[in-house]
Nanobody, 125 residues
Framework: VQLQASGGGLVQAGGSLRLSCAAS????????MGWFRQAPGKEREFVAA????????YYADSVKGRFTISRDNAKNTVDLQMNSLIPEDAAVYYC???????????????????WGQGTQVTVSS
């Protein structure tokens, strides 16, 4: 499975960005897709996840109500719509794929076997 993340950039506080993660290769093996972020000097943290079936999605408390994760079946992409951005959202965002049967703990980075290259999100105050 190969993952390619895109869509990062610079935005003012209160603004919006949409990240996209394109999956290729043996995508039929994917059970869960997740977005994580890592700010300088901090650990990688869970942001959102969605089952490849698209039935269930999950969010970190810090982004609930502001971010929306979605899947496009036709394009094999998973998008993260980020609204009402705040400076604390600034980080490198990574998409990840979990191919474990029935999925591992979606909020833990070590549950995911495949990672995209990361895309920078900068939020100015």
């Amino acid at each position: 499975v190969q993952l390619q993340a895109s869509g990062g950039g610079l935005v003012q506080a209160g603004g919006s960005l949409r990240l996209s993660c394109a999956a290729s290769g043996r995508t039929s093996r994917i059970y869960t897709m997740g977005w994580f972020r890592q700010a300088p000097g901090k650990e990688r943290e869970f942001v959102a996840a969605i089952r490849w079936s698209g039935v269930n999605s999950y969010y970190a408390d810090s982004v609930k109500g502001r971010f929306t994760i979605s899947r496009d079946n036709a394009k094999n992409t998973v998008d993260l719509q980020m609204n009402s951005l705040i400076p604390e959202d600034a980080a490198v965002y990574y998409c990840a794929a979990d191919t474990t049967v029935y999925g591992g703990p979606y909020h833990r980075p070590n549950a995911y076997e495949y990672w995209g290259q990361g895309t920078q999100v900068t939020v100015s105050s």
